[in-house]
Each structure stands twice: as C-alpha cells, then as structure tokens.
C-alpha cells in the first residue's frame, strides 16, 4: 500500500445542507452533487490539497455501500486509498487482510464503473480501496 489517502469520506443526514455548508459557508470549490442518476451514488466532491478530495455522502448511502449498519448524525466516515488498477485494489485488499485487517465489503465491480472494497483496521477506522477510471491518483 502506498503512503497516500485520497479521499475522506463523510456520512452527511442532509446533502444538500452539507454541499451548503462546505461550499457556501466555508467556501470550498465543488462541482456539486453528482451521482443522482444512481440508486445510494448522489454525492459532493471537494477540491482539497492537490490529490485530496473531501467526499459528502449521506449515511443511509455509505452503510448501503459497506454493509455496515451507520445510524444517527455524523456517524460513517471512510478513507478512501484510490489505486491505478483493479490489480492493485486487490493487491492492497490482501495486505491489509495479511496485516491484521477485517475486510468488510470484498472488491468487486461497482455501480459507477469502478471497482473498490472496504476494510477496518484493527481500531475499527473504516477503509476504502478503489480504483476509480474517472479519478486516478498522481504517481508516488
């Protein structure tokens, strides 16, 4: 696994209060909610430091994702660790399986056309590894 995170992923209750808040209130640059053609895939990506994205994604759609039961306010966050291929993903799977890691969701191919699992480290820190065709991360 590389030394790199690419995206945090917050649980919202309200999307678009939050996409408000972190865009109007604290001016962060987004191109809005995307995803909304997608059952659970209505999402809002912020521009951070270069190679990190700040993603809002409601609760109901992040313990969809995982198979993780998320109930209440500001309750799911992930760590998103994109990768450059499918490969990889299960490369950085078996890793973390190897190094004391709970898989939650094993990869497989998503609803976007991407393809991503889900791990807990020991501490129970929720993980996503994806490969992600539309946002692949700078070479390290």
Known sequence: MKA??????????????????YRD???LPTDGIVGNEFEHGAVAFFDLATG??????????LAQDTGLPFSGRGSGVSIGHNVMSKTEVDEVMAEAKAAGATIV??????????YAGYFQDPDGHLWEVVWNPQLLPEAV
């Open 4 to 21: 790199r995170i690419s995206v945090i992923t917050l649980g919202v209750a309200n999307l678009d209060r939050a996409v408000q808040f």
């Open 25 to 27: 209130g604290l001016g």
């Open 52 to 61: 990190l994205k700040l993603a809002l994604w409601p609760t109901t759609s």
């Open 105 to 114: 969701k094993p990869a497989k191919d998503t609803f976007w056309g991407g």
